[in-house]
């Protein structure tokens, strides 16, 4: 496609379930971040994918929250045993250029995560 | 490592004009902004890099100054088409974090 594309768009889960959401970031596009943004705030790192480098990690909120990147192309974020505070849209972005300083970043329209 | 932006949300009537400001207490590699409107991906609008950058899109633009360790958006004769959240990324060594946003309303 054109542009970045996530699934599912809203994902309505019980609390303690697990939940995978993807990302298929532009093609071509070497670097992959997911951020995250709760009800009225601002977005928040979660994790980033450039190229076949170790993924910076650093932005993961707990050990129920990982992330991989196949082919380096699309990517899953996967939440175990969801809590209600992890109610939040899940937004992905790709970017061409290698590094933070040089690239716009593409983001996709999200994953609306709601735990019930 | 959040940056701080300010105000948190500003409305203006249609041609006015409006300076958001972005702040942070760690050393700066670049600058970037984005726009978010409801229920939308944000969009970029412009990246700045060191050298007291200034740069231009449309009526909007922005200045960014390392040593300051900040960057305003300055929003000129507004339009409606400009009401949105709009987001300062700032870039350090190994990451970019994004400001809390501030919320723009433009009304007729």
């Known amino acids: 496609g054109a542009g970045v594309s996530q699934s599912p768009s809203n994902k309505v889960t019980e609390k303690g379930k697990d939940v995978e959401l993807r990302c298929d970031p532009i093609?071509?596009?070497?670097?992959l971040y997911w951020y995250r943004q709760s009800l009225g705030q601002g977005l928040e790192f979660l994790i980033y994918?450039?190229?076949?480098?170790?993924?910076?990690k650093s932005g993961l909120p707990s050990d129920r929250f990982s992330a991989e990147r196949t082919g380096g192309s699309v990517s899953t974020l996967t939440i175990q045993r969801t809590q209600q505070e992890d109610s939040a849209v899940y937004l992905c972005?790709?970017?061409?250029?290698?590094?933070?300083?040089?690239?716009?970043?593409?983001f996709g329209e999200g994953s609306r995560l709601t735990v019930l | 490592q959040q940056p701080v932006q300010s105000p948190q949300a500003v409305i203006l009537r249609e041609g006015e004009d409006a300076v958001i400001n972005c702040s942070s207490s760690?050393?700066?590699?670049?600058v970037h902004w984005y726009r978010q409107k409801h229920g939308e991906a944000p969009v970029f609008l412009m990246i700045l890099l060191k050298g007291g950058e200034q740069k231009g899109h449309d009526k909007i633009s922005a200045s960014f100054n390392e040593k300051k360790q900040q960057s305003s958006l300055y929003l000129t004769a507004s339009q409606l088409s400009y009401s949105g959240t709009y987001f300062c990324?700032?870039?350090?060594?190994?990451?970019?974090?994004f400001g809390t946003g501030t919320r723009l309303t433009v009304i007729p």
């Open positions: 093609s071509g596009h070497t670097a």
């Open positions: 760690k050393a700066l590699y670049s």
């Open positions: 994918f450039q190229g076949n480098s170790a993924p910076d």
């Open positions: 990324g700032l870039t350090g060594a190994n990451n970019l974090f």
């Open positions: 972005a790709s970017s061409l250029h290698q590094g933070w300083s040089t690239g716009e970043l593409f």
